[in-house]
Every structure is written in structure tokens, then in C-alpha cells.
């Protein structure tokens, strides 16, 4: 009951946040993220009747210690380029999907799966045609552009020229929002074909553009960001 309370709460709420609730009366402790997970939460399953869960997963190897690497998931980081579900790159670490609850009380936790858990895709959903599905698809993307473009007056976009910031742009356009788009190249020029495609899509959408041509990473900057993202994308 309290964790269907909090996230009644928490649906209005826009933007990155954990939440993290104390109810003294209970004795009870509620950790929740935002819907699409955009900061990470990363915990120890098997820490008895408790849980440790921290945003940085060195934390929890520093404090645990002893982890082995998980296979399955180095498999699934070089085919698709991240680790699937909850696994990391260590066993005994898993990340919480976008929506998922944590609720700790003296008897023990209680994980309560958000609303991307496979086995709850679809549920709940509304009913009624393709056509009206879409609709209100579209108007629920709209919606979310004017939102996140309220943030700042004109809203930049990282544009590739790929389908999700071409989406991102044609939502902005339609809602009449201001805009400028930049698209940045590598510089070894592998993706040389994006500014192309970026640019082509800003013009007609009559968006400003600009190529923001990237330097080439040392071995310094690559380090960093190995310890910074433990070797993951996010």
C-alpha cells in the first residue's frame, strides 16, 4: 500500500530523481526512481535481509569486494553494447529496471518490479483502436517534448539524424517550440554520414544547425571514463 501510494505520488514528478522516503511510524524505508530510469540504481541482491544499494557500482565492489565477473553479461555488452534486464558486468550487482521499488522494512525487502518488467508489458493499458492508440501515443510524445523544451528557451538537440532525435525534432516542430540542433562528429570520422542526415532534417524543419566536430580522445580521458561509467555506457 505504501509503495502503490508513492508512486501515485511520484507520477507528476518530472525529470531525473530517486526518491528516498522514510516512514517513521512504520519503520519502513521507500526507494524509488523516476519511470525511465535515467539515473541508475545499482544494488546487492543477496545482503541477508537488508539491501545495499548506492548509484555508483564502485561503491558496492569497494564495500563488498570478492565479485567474479558475470559472462553472460560481457556477452551481451559486446553484442548489443550493454548488458541486458538487471545483469552488470559482476555477479552478485544488479541494476534496477526504470520504475522499479525497493521497500525495507524489520521482516525483510520487498523488490516491487515497475511497469517495463517483461512479464507486465501491456497491462493496464487503454483500450481502443490503432488509430486512437496512436493518437494518444502521439499526444503523450508531444506532451514530453513540450515538457523537457520548457528547460530552456531555445532547447538544444543533440540531433544524429537517427530516428529517436529525428522523432525528438518533429515533436518539437509540431509543437511550435524554438529550437537549435547540433550534431557532433568523431574524429576519426566514423560516423561521417550523420551530419549529412542531421542536417538535411533541420532544414526542413527550418532549425538552426551546427556540426560540432569532437577531438580525438587521449588515453587519459578514455581512463576516466572507464572509472567513471565501470566500464558500462550508462
Avoid at 564502485?58 to 558475470?70: I, M, N, Q, S, V
Avoid at 556540426?211 to 572509472?227: F, I, K, N, S, T
Amino acid at each position: 500500500a505504501a509503495l502503490a501510494a508513492l508512486r501515485a505520488r511520484l507520477e507528476s514528478w518530472q525529470g531525473e530523481f530517486v526518491a528516498l522516503i522514510y516512514l517513521k511510524r512504520e519503520s519502513r524505508l521507500l526507494v524509488l526512481g523516476d519511470s525511465l530510469g535515467r539515473l541508475p540504481l545499482y544494488r546487492t541482491p543477496d545482503a541477508g535481509s537488508g539491501f545495499v544499494l548506492s548509484r555508483d557500482q564502485r561503491f558496492l565492489l569497494t564495500l563488498e569486494g570478492g565479485f567474479a565477473p558475470d559472462r553472460i553479461a560481457i556477452a551481451q555488452l559486446l553484442l548489443f553494447s550493454f548488458p541486458l534486464g538487471r545483469r552488470t558486468l559482476v555477479q552478485g550487482i544488479e541494476r534496477l529496471r526504470p520504475g522499479d521499488a525497493l521497500c525495507a522494512d524489520r521482516e525483510g525487502t520487498v523488490l516491487s518490479p515497475g511497469p517495463w518488467e517483461p512479464g507486465r508489458l501491456g497491462a493496464g493499458t487503454a483500450s481502443g483502436s490503432v488509430d486512437d492508440l496512436a493518437a494518444d501515443l502521439a499526444e503523450r510524445f508531444a506532451r514530453a517534448c513540450r515538457v523537457r523544451a520548457a528547460v530552456n528557451d531555445p532547447a538544444l538537440l543533440a540531433l544524429s539524424g537517427g530516428l529517436d532525435s529525428r522523432a525528438v525534432a518533429g515533436g518539437l516542430a509540431h509543437e511550435r517550440l524554438r529550437f537549435e540542433c547540433y550534431t557532433f562528429l568523431d574524429a576519426s570520422g566514423v560516423h561521417g554520414r550523420e551530419p549529412v542526415a542531421a542536417r538535411a532534417v533541420a532544414e526542413a524543419l527550418g532549425a538552426p544547425w551546427r556540426q560540432v566536430d569532437a577531438p580525438a580522445p587521449y588515453g587519459r580521458a578514455l581512463l576516466r571514463m572507464l572509472e567513471m561509467k565501470t566500464g558500462l555506457n550508462s
